[in-house]
């Protein structure tokens, strides 16, 4: 392929990279200035970013798929600032990727095995998907079970961006009865730095902004209990939602097509997950700032929170205690908080619910189940 020989081709540094390829060092620093917005640093950090980044050599990333449906690999392709050709080209070296690379079968495989050798200790592993343990022959890549190419590949990795709520927590694959067996990254993975970046998919400038953090900083960003960036993931959909003001006015669309949801009212009550959805949804907004779910007139459906899929219907409004729900009108806040707490438990139940009833599936007892 043409763009993979351009890489192969392009010098060490990143800032030889950027003048091979005729970048200004102007325009070098208006790109920066739009990552250290991203990163809600304060403007000034700009050109001591440029430096930082310009004098790094290109970070060898390799990214392993495992049970996902791709659209972690969809998102970040329409990423716009940085754009997914600006890591690639000026920050990244994208060793790796079984979507994106240009080698198929036993070169693509050995282009995995030679970033693993030349960059030992150093390069970052991303991995989109869940793993597999119900049957090393649920999910292969080259005759090579998941989850031996992912302990065999975090062994020389300096930091694991588990990116989507697949790896992140088993997502979709991991619902009620988990036929897989899948599991999160961090279940198999105990010894390394692993960076969350939840979401079906997840935010594209979430996960370039996290790619740029350690890039600039040669570390991972500060993380919350869940393994989050608490900068993306640090507020609930809600907190920052713009319909907020008509939930604390008690003001609740009943329909998706009455004249409240015109309005553009409150759309808790249609089973919006954004007061315990912690993502950064409602200010980076998807498609270059377009738009978020919300805007587009749906609930959030909570993709970015363990185990979503098993956490309830997507149109029910969170659970509330009957004594707060004869309040909502008046006060809304104090709902909101005792959705929380209520949609915690009932989370914590389902999940318990959902371990319960788990049963492992054998390829024997599929293959029977087809005759
Ligand atoms: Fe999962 Fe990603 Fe949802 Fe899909 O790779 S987080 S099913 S968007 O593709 O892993």
Known sequence: MKQAEQLDNLPGTVGEGLTQRGISRREFLKFCSSLTALLALPPSMASAMAEAISKARRQSVIWLSFQECTGCTESITRSHSPTLENLIF????????????????????HAREQAMKDNAGKYLLIVDGSVPLGNPGFSTIAGISNHDMLVETAKGAAAIVAV?????YGGIPKAGPNPTGAVAVGDIIKDKPIINVPGCPPIPVVMTGVLVHFLTFGSIPELDELGRPKSFYGETIHDRCYRRPFYDQGKFAQSFDD????????????????PVTYNACATTKWNDGTSFPIQSGHGCIGCSEPNFWDAGPLYKALSVPASATSEMLGAAAAV???AGVAITWHNRSTKAAANTAHEKVTVQELTQEKK
Do not use: M, P, V
Request: proline share 0%; charged share 20%; with cysteine.
């Open 90 to 109: 000026d920050l990244i070296s994208l060793d790796y990727h079984h979507t994106l690379q240009a080698a198929s079968a036993e070169a693509a495989e």
């Open 164 to 168: 989507g709520t697949c790896a992140a």
């Open 259 to 274: 004249e409240a949801a015109r309005q553009g009212w409150c759309l808790f009550k249609l089973g919006c997950k954004g």
């Open 336 to 338: 909101g908080a005792a």
